[in-house]
């Protein structure tokens, strides 16, 4: 069997927010990027020095193991100024095999494809199907009776499925699979996938490709196709199948000729093939940093642990003011130490007892402002904190305590200093002693408190004492605050106003009404038939109607755009979009237009025949376009979401991109008169770009589609949906809360409480509403049919005769509800003008 290699495709990107709490003022950890997910901690030669080892190594002298005894018990008698536990993250690499087998079920006329991994992780099968007789599209969805139960469709080209644990595994196996029933008699040509790390956000390939398993015989040339090799030579892509071509009887020897029917050669194969597979995962250690002051001396002692294993090599120095700039102190030093370069030290850790960590004890000079460090394991691993040196900051000498002699002596001033620069000058030293003493009687309350050596009496007096300095110091800065408020305001000519914050939640008085189906773009004038509606839906008590999308896209339904600024669609032109616009205006009610953000189509293809050249007023190049899309060769960065398979996903990291979808939405505003927006497919890209579009063009309403699968359990639908709302919430944050989301949620709830009359799922734990509009009804808009699920389509359709429950659910509950057109249109419409 030939190597495989298969590697992750998507990496999310995440900001962390730093968990440290300062002991001192000065301290400050950074809060610079941290380091790419795929190349771990590395070494950070460009920041300050080539860290390689000289060729001879200047050995200092040791200190002697009964010195160093002495110097921790020293330490230990002192009280501590600074501690701080410093978190370590890395990766590291986990490896395991996915088992693909294709084999009889029970019958003999059965069959089973079954996808494993071994691996531990949440894992999702995401897989469609290709049919014979669509040799042009690779993706579509496979009829329901392939369906595992538990799985969500996703569009209208793929599954996705859940894996389960191995019903073959043992107690501590990790196994985890998924079976897909196949029919040997079935239009179906191959079943294609790939995996998904949900924990991670990761995709996982077969050698830069879907997998593909096929079900019949065709030319083999590739080497993406999982199976029996049939003597076609290498393995092969499904795009170019051979079928076999039978003649059928004819009277008319001259139409015989003419009229073949393609059949294929239904020869079904079993197979078992294992492949190689690799997951990064976090790794999180800690370093301990503790200064104390000697109480013999006046240098400081500096305490290091780490929970880090093996040889472990501080790199460190020394800095005397606040630019932080690296120098060698005076001896003596730790053992094992040497001198790099003349600019840093090296000291090699002594191992704790039990090889559970080492430890290190510095003795430091006066005088210095800072210690500087960084960790390193190996010549590759070096541990930073957060892209920047780990810094220790060291204690000042003692202040005074008391009122200082010029703040105690009237009218006197520091020469060529104005007056008032001397008095916050005293009072900065005088509230400096007020601290000072503060956190003197803090390490007395607590040393005494671990020691047990005074009564409780003698603890709470410490406490009084620190409330009449914490009181004294805040009077101060009431005292001084007004006087400098009333100066900064009477200097200043013009207030500026406030940065605004565009939050696109409307009143939270709306009622939304989608209004179109999936079928409305046939008749080419939609826009035309629904402005004769715009009265009828006002006096309905709608107050926002949502638009299908505008742009020329080469599906008829208008979701895969071409060119972002032609509003010529088949539901239109453009002109009378904006009569429809203003006509809806007119009765008061606000539009929202349908705007496809994640995904663009390529109007050309490049040298290798791929279509990845936009064309247009935004005559994009293949940058524009992730680099993890599988299938159209981007050169942009990896995505921030989920990738949508059927066309190129766009890069929003780019900033030519960003800018000109700004323009593009801020121009959609003037020039139609749109109010805001629905968002489609927005799992495919972070929420935090969304926040920076609906900044620029400042809509009064926006709602995301954020749609992912609900949890189950052995097909049955769990309680417990937090975990899938939680999701939804989390984009919400990402946007900052500038925008909504389809409460999808709410609408699986229902799907399974009024279906089954299983009522009792209408509330969680808390006794709240169970879908998002428990935890957020501002940012919730709930729903139980659109274009997608209900119409034509069905993918996800509402159980029949139960649609007036759903609404009076959610036209009776917080959030702000959405009716779709067809409901409205029908039999429904007097219950629904009732509620």
Request: glycine content about 8%; aromatic content about 12%; some cysteine.
């Amino acid at each position: 069997m030939s190597t495989t290699t298969i590697e992750p495709l998507l990496h999310r990107c995440r900001r962390e927010t730093s968990t440290f709490r300062s002991g001192s003022k000065r301290f400050r950890p950074s809060s610079l990027p941290g380091f790419p997910r795929r190349l771990g901690f590395h070494c950070w030669r460009s920041f300050f020095c080539e860290f390689k080892p000289p060729h001879r190594p200047l050995l200092l002298r040791a200190v002697a193991s009964s010195s160093v005894a002495a110097t921790v018990e020293a330490f230990e008698s002192s009280d501590v100024f600074f501690k701080e536990t410093f978190p370590l993250k890395q990766t590291s690499l986990v490896k395991g095999k996915i088992f693909i087998r294709l084999g009889h079920g029970k019958k003999e006329q059965d069959w089973k494809l079954t996808v494993g991994c071994d691996v531990p992780g949440k894992w999702i099968l995401h897989w469609g199907v290709s049919y014979i007789d669509d040799v042009g599209n690779e993706w579509d969805q496979p009829p329901s009776g392939m369906i595992p139960p538990g799985s969500v469709r996703i569009k209208d080209y793929a599954i996705e499925t859940p894996f389960k644990k191995s019903s073959s595994s043992s107690g501590g196996d990790t196994l985890q699979e998924v079976k897909i029933d196949c029919d040997p008699k079935s239009s179906i040509a191959a079943i294609n996938f790939v995996l998904k790390d949900e924990e991670t956000g990761a995709w996982y390939q077969h050698r830069g490709r879907d997998f593909k398993v096929p079900l019949m015989d065709y030319l083999q040339k590739d080497g993406n196709v999982v199976g029996p090799k049939k003597g076609f030579g290498a393995l092969g892509h499904l795009s170019n199948m051979f079928l076999k071509e039978n003649a059928l009887d004819s009277k008319n020897q001259e139409t015989s000729t003419k009229s073949r029917v393609p059949q294929r050669e239904n020869r079904l194969e079993g197979f078992y093939e294992e492949l190689p597979i690799a997951k990064e995962v976090a790794v999180c250690n800690w370093v301990s940093v503790s200064v104390r002051k000697c109480p013999d001396t006046a240098k400081s002692l500096l305490y290091m642990e780490t929970d880090l294993s093996g040889n472990v090599v501080v790199h460190w120095g020394v800095c005397r003011d606040d630019a932080k700039n690296w120098e060698v102190p005076v001896s003596p030093y730790p053992p094992n130490t040497v001198i790099f370069k003349g600019k840093a030290l090296r000291t090699l850790l002594e191992a704790k007892e039990g090889g559970s960590g080492s430890f290190g004890v510095f003795t430091l000079e006066e005088g210095l402002e800072g210690f500087l460090f960084v960790l390193k394991q190996n010549e590759n691993s070096w541990l930073n904190c957060m892209g920047n040196d780990f810094y220790v900051p060291f204690p000042s000498p003692t202040i005074s305590t008391g009122l200082p002699k010029q703040r105690q002596t009237e009218g006197a001033e520091t020469p060529g200093i104005p007056a008032e620069e001397n008095e916050i000058s005293s009072l900065s030293v005088y509230t400096g002693g007020i601290i000072s003493e503060i956190r003197n009687l803090v390490r007395d309350f607590s040393s005494e408190k671990s020691g047990n050596t005074k009564s409780k009496e003698a603890q709470e007096s410490i406490l009084q004492e620190i409330e009449k300095l914490a009181a004294e110091a805040y009077n101060i800065f009431r005292s001084s605050v007004p006087t400098f408020l009333e100066r900064a305001v009477s200097e200043s000519e013009e207030l500026k106003p406030p940065v605004q914050i565009s939050t696109a939640t409307g009143s939270g008085f709306e009622i939304l009404c989608q209004g179109f189906n999936w079928e409305s773009h046939k008749s080419g004038r939609w826009y035309q038939e629904l402005k004769g509606k715009a009265r009828e839906l006002s006096s309905l008590g709608f107050t926002v109607i949502w638009l299908p999308p505008p742009t020329d896209s080469v599906s008829h339904e208008g979701y895969m755009p071409t060119d972002y600024y032609n509003l010529n669609s088949r539901y239109g032109t453009m002109e009378e979009l904006k009569e429809v616009v203003k006509n809806f205006h007119e009765v008061g009610i606000k539009v929202l237009g349908d705007v496809v953000l994640n995904h663009r189509c390529a109007q050309y293809k490049n040298q290798n025949g791929v279509w990845n050249i936009f064309g247009g007023r935004l005559n994009w190049d293949d940058r524009a376009i992730v680099a993890d899309d599988p299938h159209f060769q981007g050169r942009g960065n990896k995505s921030s979401g989920d990738n949508f398979h059927a066309a190129p996903n766009i890069d929003h990291s780019q900033d030519f991109v960003r800018k000109d979808i700004k323009d593009w939405l801020y121009w959609l505003r003037k020039e139609i008169g749109y109010d805001g927006w629905r968002l489609d497919f927005v799992r495919g890209f972070w929420g935090g770009y969304l926040k920076d579009y609906l900044d620029a063009s400042e809509p009064y309403f926006a709602v995301g589609e954020y749609w992912d699968s609900l949890s189950y359990t052995y097909g049955e639908m769990d309680h417990n949906q937090d975990a899938h709302r939680q999701r939804i919430v989390d984009w919400i944050n990402a946007t900052n809360g500038t925008a909504g989301a389809f409460d999808v949620t709410t609408k699986g709830i229902l799907h399974a409480a009024l279906e089954r009359c299983e009522y009792w799922r209408l509330s969680d734990a808390k006794g709240k509403a169970p879908g998002v509009v428990g935890w957020w009804p501002s940012r919730a808009v709930t729903f139980i049919e659109n274009h997608d699920t209900g119409s034509t389509q069905g993918h996800w359709r509402f159980p029949g005769g139960k649609e007036m429950q759903g609404y009076a659910y959610i036209l009776t509950h917080p959030g702000t509800p959405s009716v779709f057109y067809d409901h409205i249109f029908s039999h429904c419409r007097s219950e629904i003008e009732s509620l």
